[in-house]
């Protein structure tokens, strides 16, 4: 049984496996999987990915019961009747001994009205797993992982394409608001950003499962962060009017990922803690660049100190402070 499940349901996966790469590369090529057109078809090649790994890993490693098979014991003397000519299974259970154990393995004995079973704890190893079947399941979810990062990084470079022309417009800010929009507005240069990764993860998250939707929104997160941290926080310069506008513009990507978690903020802590130090006061920026140098030089993260930590800083290094606090003019 285990080589014909070997054999047939390994070949078998694997083929589909093969099929879902070739879909979603002619969807990328073709189409693309962040577009309206190739989103649905390359998410739900995805989401099958995952749901094939999770749900065989889960077969693969899971709890199984052996039950011991009764045998003779040679040292009693006796065949197959106890000491009193019953009937030897009729109130004799096997010995541990009778179970081959594979090394390795964690055991439990126990006993109950069926006998002496070993229960295999799920989190120990399984060395007798089909080969193929084995390496097809690890195929799918090293399929699920490519991809979802592949769709967060195709979604990071259209965001990043998009405001190329944003820490310009930063820049260029004599007053607030810095366009001709009302106050609060996001800057007209970073909508089309915005609007595309906010069309981009609606369109993959149709066909997706929760598990692949949050690997990948959350795996968008960590450029588009840096993007604004490095490119624009610690690149631009800021007027007290240019401070106050990126720091509009930061909650609206924020704003983003609210559909998909509790916490948006928390993915863009960089982000947030320099929209924080250009938007203080001078005296309280020099108070800040003060208590970082000090917690520096003690060796100690930001985040022991409590006037930095409640400022909402504590996530920057002493280095990154200092990088922030020197753009503002």
């Known amino acids: ?42 998410s739900a090649c995805v989401a099958a990915a995952r749901y094939l790994h999770h749900t065989l890993s889960e077969q693969l ?22 000491p009193h000519g019953q009937d030897q299974k009729s109130y004799s259970s096997p010995g541990p001994s009778s179970h081959p154990q594979s090394p390795g393995t964690k055991v439990t004995p126990t006993k109950g009205v069926m006998g002496e079973v070993v ?3 799920s989190f ?53 608001p810095t366009h001709g929009g009302a106050a609060g507005t996001v800057t007209p240069e970073l909508v089309p950003a915005l609007t595309m990764l906010q069309e981009g993860l609606r369109a993959v998250s149709g066909a997706l499962d929760g598990p692949a939707l949050r690997d990948i929104w959350r795996a968008v997160a960590v450029p588009v962060n840096r993007f604004m941290f490095n490119y624009v926080a610690t690149e631009a310069t800021f007027t007290a009017a240019g401070a106050e506008q990126f720091a509009v513009d930061c909650t609206s990507v924020v704003a983003v990922l609210a559909p998909y978690t509790k916490r948006p ?62 753009r503002r003019v």
């Not at 589909?16 to 790469?21: A, D, E, F, M, S």
């Not at 490693?61 to 106890?82: F, T």
């Not at 084995?134 to 990084?153: E, F, I, K, Q, T």
């Open 1 to 42: 049984q285990r080589e014909l499940l070997d054999v047939v349901g390994g070949t078998l996966l694997m083929a589909v496996q093969k099929q879902l790469i070739t879909t979603l590369e002619q969807a990328a090529q073709y189409q693309g999987i962040t577009s309206a057109a190739g989103a649905p078809q390359a």
């Open 61 to 82: 490693a899971g709890p199984a019961l052996h039950r011991l098979q009764s045998e003779p014991s040679a040292h009693q003397g006796q065949d197959l009747h106890g």
């Open 119 to 121: 229960v295999r704890h």
């Open 124 to 176: 120990a190893p399984v060395a007798h797993n089909p080969p193929v079947l084995a390496a097809a399941v690890a195929g799918m979810g090293a399929l699920h992982r490519d991809w979802c990062l592949r769709v967060a990084r195709e979604l990071a470079l259209d965001f990043g394409r998009a405001a190329t022309g944003y820490r310009t417009a930063v820049e260029k800010a004599r007053q607030y």
């Open 265 to 326: 903020a928390a993915h863009f802590k960089e982000m947030l803690a320099a929209a924080r130090l250009l938007t203080l006061s001078d005296d309280q920026a020099g108070e800040a660049v003060r208590r970082a140098s000090g917690m520096a030089v003690q060796g100690q993260p930001l985040w022991r100190d409590a006037w930095l930590a409640e400022l909402g800083v504590g996530c920057l290094g002493p280095h990154q402070v200092l990088a922030v606090v020197e």
